[in-house]
């Protein structure tokens, strides 16, 4: 047998060509250098392979994304001591997303994001029936909603983009019409996570999607968000039954729990208000993108805004976590309160609501939503 001896240089030589080699087939360096993307393998589902892209930018700032639920795994921005944290709640691996009663950790919703209730509405005087999973009403899209079928996911020039796109078809899951939708993730050099909706059908149909990060600025360091201080620039909400359906009023939070105008510690009026909050607030704004929503978190000094084209935003404080989630990330236990959503949508029910602002699509319209998660420190 034939030995070859490798020289120290030679070795550098090939290890250098290996490591430009690897880093070929799984990193797409952009030559401004403003962002790259990795991947990497997370499983396979119903056959089709899942990948995590992880987004970074100069600064640093990471996000991770995968093709299955077009889910957000993991947000690590940085605190006000320049330390990295990760600022969502998620798993370790695809089977912790794929486990009974994962409460949608950062996967984008649809078709319907939200209640309807009883999955019934009717559109040109035929009723449709949306899926049931949730007592007796359909919630966030129904049993097998867009965040848990596979994306087809693709790196756009520039490396700062991930492009998700999935058909669902004619009569999947109670809702008409073949809708086409598109989702692009964008992580910009000054820490926005970008997040762009398109969608078409070819019937009339109703829509309303969103993302369901559930936040805790603390990074793991705190175990509720009672100290996170939150602003929603929202005079109104729509109150709910007791089945979280909307009454259809519009109530004027001044003077309530609800009244976060202001800057408020969620903790301060979170007991006044029964399980904490889950209710859908009527934006102060028209039409456009517009800064609706702050978290502030002191101790770490991370600051969120919230910027949407949307009328509503669902601010929901994790009431239903309980602690029994398997496989989280460092083992964390979620329990309730642990982390709070921001789902920037319209509102809850519309279809059956004709005073609120309308989710109908129509053929030859295109349906666009844009909402941006923009993080600093102070
Ligand atoms: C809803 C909650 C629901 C949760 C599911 C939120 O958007 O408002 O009522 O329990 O999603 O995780």
Sequence with gaps: MKKYKIGSFSLFIFLS???????????????????????????????KRITEYTLTNVAGMQVGIINYGGILTKIITKDKAGDFGDVITGYDSLEGYLQKGNPYFGALIGRYANRLAKGTYTIDG???????NNNGQSLHGGLKGFDKVVWDAVALPGDSSLQL????????????????????????????????????????????????????????????????????????????????????????????????TTPKKV???????????????????????????????????????????????????GNFLTGNLTGTKKGIIYNKHYALTLETQHFPDSPNQPDFP???????ETYHQTTVFSFSTK
Aim: negative net charge; glycine residues 8%.
């Design 165 to 260: 796109s999935y058909k669902s078809i004619d009569g999947e899951e109670g809702y008409p019409g073949n809708l086409q939708v598109q989702v692009v993730y964008t992580l910009t050099a000054n820490n926005s996570i970008k997040i762009e909706y398109t969608a078409s059908s070819d019937k009339n149909t109703v829509i309303n999607f969103t993302n369901h990060a559930y936040f805790n600025l603390s990074a793991g360091k705190s175990p509720n968000i009672y100290e996170h201080i939150v602003q929603l620039k929202a005079d109104k909400y729509t109150p709910v039954d007791t089945s979280l359906i909307p009454t259809g009023a519009l109530l004027d939070v001044k003077g309530t729990p609800m009244d976060f």
């Design 358 to 364: 309308s989710t109908l699509l129509k053929p030859g």
């Design 17 to 47: 060509i290996f490591n430009m080699a690897c880093s070929f087939n799984n990193t797409n360096k952009n030559t401004m250098d403003t962002a790259t993307i990795t991947t990497k393998d997370f499983g396979t589902f119903e056959g």
């Design 126 to 132: 035929i009723t449709y029936h949306a899926a049931l």
């Design 267 to 317: 903790g301060q009026d979170i007991d006044k208000v029964t399980g904490g909050y889950d209710h859908n607030w009527v934006l102060n704004k028209g039409e456009g993108l517009a800064e609706i929503a702050s978290v502030y978190e002191p101790n770490s000094g991370r600051y969120l805004t919230v910027a949407t084209t949307e009328p509503g935003i669902q601010f929901y404080t």
